[in-house]
């Protein structure tokens, strides 16, 4: 399939014929982030075969890629962002790339076109890497800092799952990996200490260097060697539209206090305290070093986050450093490590001042990055569009942008609901904002709410070059809510759609919300590998946020086998209109489909509006005012042709 290439037009992606573009996505998917076959959190692993690991098979094998490609499009979606790491593709070592692994991951780009998707590549990364808790970055990387990784986990630097779990017990283990715990890594030393390098090695530890260049200049060079290993591959794909910046920046502990502990709101930090440790980048740097510290521990209550206790970490005095290495910023004077165990911090301010300049992480550190990965995309193909991530607090927290982003750049942020994510749980009556504390006790305020939320991501949007697209680039539900009561159900033979309900419900509010708000997504994830086993989900940390499930497939036969609440995200959408979208909405229960745009007859195209089976299984009737619609229920599509300008109503209803 030739699919047009896109460009920006404001806050729309528009097609060659001039038709304003919705894309409505999948990130495939999670376990792109760990090796194939057996990579995945739920193996045990000392990391110690770092360099001899092939991620060829993430996310499925090119002979699986015709089922799940027509799977996907089955289900209406346009649009992938595909996932890879940095470790994926260099994890044999500095400029040793796994060209195996990059021909499979351009041969995959190229299929996806022919089932007709758009792809933007994601460099995923959470928490650093795989040895600190998440993935991403290549092990070596840790070496040429001064770090030993295999102190990472025991020295309380990272809180890792494979150091963690008990595998021969199984199953989810709260006492001993909570769920979504690490996520909390981001606060844990090893992080501060990557990130506060990779963004700002130049500032913060100007006396590091790795063969011969400063750590920050050293690891962007890779960083973006590898980027563009991939990018010299797929740069003549029209479905390729361009790359993401980075998942989900983090920015150690710039902007920071050296010995300051966020425990509630405060004229150094106004922003709610999240639950977990309340580390301070000294105590991280003492961890580090292998002194034991007593850190606050914040828990979360209907009204507020509270203190109340202390955990004593790192009571075998484990030190990450190399024996012949050293933290950088003591190097650079920020504190001091006496020989008695004692410690002196020289500048509180290290991470905030260089000289008499006091750091803006957004502006002083994102923004060159983002000028970085889109000159060095844009070398090799100057039409690409740059996915743009910021630290996914400044989409609840931020003032915007970088002021310096480059021209041609799409707001990708995130978006979950925290609570049900965090919590595993979903009660469309009941639920509380983890950023806010706002109670919602029906689904009406939930989803004005998500609303709210959407929409305050979006606006930031205007601060990119005077308006942007807006992407939300991760966006779902833990499949195992409320204690994973649909798989039990499944397992007894339940393959109706009740024990689903609660997933439906919240994905018909996400996606009610993306609609009213008229902005593109790409929901997380679809996992060809998911297990319907508390212990594997997505193959990575716990997580289970996949919209397939191999246990679920029945009938091989059946396109939908192995959907999980499908009845919440197959649903109509405008996919591309010839004139400009005005108001879009769908009502789950009764079937009406109600959208209204202004049309544009020059555009050379036509509307096209996705009628997915799974909604209308006795076919469906339209009526256009303003328009002529031609229906192809095979192909799950409506076709409206305009001739004259002004709004145009569409609206789609179920057959009785």
Not at 61 to 71: G, K, L, Q, T, V
Not at 401 to 428: E, I, M, Q, R
Not at 611 to 631: D, F, K, S, T
């Amino acid at each position: 399939m030739n699919l047009p290439r896109l460009h920006i037009g404001g806050r729309w992606f528009v097609d060659e014929h001039g038709r304003h573009i919705i894309l409505r996505g999948v990130n495939l998917g999670g376990d792109c982030k760990v090796p194939y076959p057996d990579g995945g959190t739920n193996f045990p692993s000392d990391f110690s075969n770092h360099r001899e690991v092939s991620f060829i098979g993430r996310p499925f094998p090119i002979a699986e890629a015709d089922e799940h490609f027509s799977r996907l499009r089955a289900w209406g979606f346009n649009c992938i962002r595909l996932l890879t790491t940095w470790e994926a593709v260099e994890h044999r070592g500095p400029n040793n790339y796994d060209v195996e692994y990059l021909d499979y991951f351009a041969e995959l780009c190229r299929l996806a076109g022919d089932y007709g998707f758009y792809v933007f590549v994601d460099f995923h990364q959470d928490v650093w890497s795989r040895m600190s808790g998440g993935d991403g970055a290549p092990c070596w990387l840790f070496e040429k800092v001064g770090i030993d990784y295999r102190r990472i986990a025991e020295s309380g630097s990272a809180h890792v799952m494979q150091h963690l779990y008990d595998y021969s017990r199984g199953g989810r283990q709260e006492d001993r990996y909570p769920t979504m715990s690490w996520s909390a890594n981001s606060r844990r030393p090893t992080n501060g200490i990557m990130w506060t390098l990779f963004f700002a090695g130049r500032d913060f530890a100007p006396g590091l260097t790795i063969d011969g260049d400063n750590a920050q200049d050293y690891m962007l060079e890779h960083y973006l060697g590898s980027m563009g290993e991939i990018a010299r591959r797929i740069r003549d794909l029209p479905n390729v539209m361009g790359f993401d910046s980075l998942n989900e920046p983090t920015p150690g502990w710039i902007g920071q206090s050296l010995t300051y502990r966020h425990l509630g709101p405060s004229e150094t930090n106004p922003n709610r305290a999240m639950p977990g440790l309340a580390w301070s980048p000294i105590d991280g740097l003492l961890v580090s070093h292998g002194v034991t510290r007593s850190v606050p521990v914040l828990s979360f209550d209907t009204k507020a986050v509270v203190h109340k206790r202390d955990r004593t970490i790192n009571p075998e005095r484990i030190s990450i450093w190399l024996d012949d290495r050293s933290d950088p910023f003591e190097q650079a004077g920020a504190w001091k490590l006496n020989k008695d165990g004692t410690f002196d911090v020289l500048r509180d301010d290290f991470f905030q001042h260089v000289g008499d300049r006091k750091v803006n992480f957004i502006e002083d550190y994102m923004g060159p990055f983002f000028a970085q990965v889109a000159r060095s995309m844009r070398e090799i193909n100057p039409d690409w569009i740059l996915f743009a991530e910021l630290d996914p607090h400044s989409g609840f927290f931020g003032p915007g942008f970088p002021a310096d982003t480059p021209p041609n750049t799409v707001n990708a942020g995130h978006w979950y609901d925290v609570v049900t994510l965090s919590t595993k749980t979903f009660n469309p009556n009941f639920s509380l904002g983890a950023m806010t504390g706002e109670i919602a006790e029906v689904a009406d305020e939930l989803q004005a709410r998500y609303e709210r939320q959407l929409g305050k991501i979006a606006r930031m949007s205007e601060t990119v070059n005077g308006g942007a697209p807006t992407l939300i680039g991760e966006c779902g539900i833990p499949f195992d809510l409320n204690g994973a009561e649909a798989y039990r159900a499944f397992r007894a033979g339940d393959r109706s759609d009740t024990p689903w309900t609660p997933h439906i419900i919240a994905l018909d509010l996400m996606y009610n919300a993306l609609d009213t708000l008229l902005i593109n997504s790409t929901q997380w994830n679809y996992t060809a590998s998911n297990r319907n086993d508390l212990a594997i989900g997505d193959g990575w940390n716990q997580e289970d946020l996949s919209i397939f499930s191999r246990d679920q497939q029945t009938n091989p036969a059946d396109i939908n086998s192995g959907g999980r609440a499908l009845a919440g995200f197959v649903r109509p959408y405008a996919m591309a209109t010839d004139g400009t979208p005005r108001k879009m909405k769908f009502d789950r229960v009764t079937g009406l489909f109600d959208y209204t745009f202004e049309a544009d007859p020059a555009a050379a195209g036509a509307t096209e509006i996705f009628v997915p089976h799974l909604q209308y299984p006795r076919g469906c009737e339209i009526e256009v005012i303003g328009g002529v619609a031609e229906l192809d229920l095979d192909n799950q599509r409506a076709t409206i042709k305009v001739e004259q300008p002004g709004e145009v109503r569409i609206v789609i209803c179920r057959k009785p």
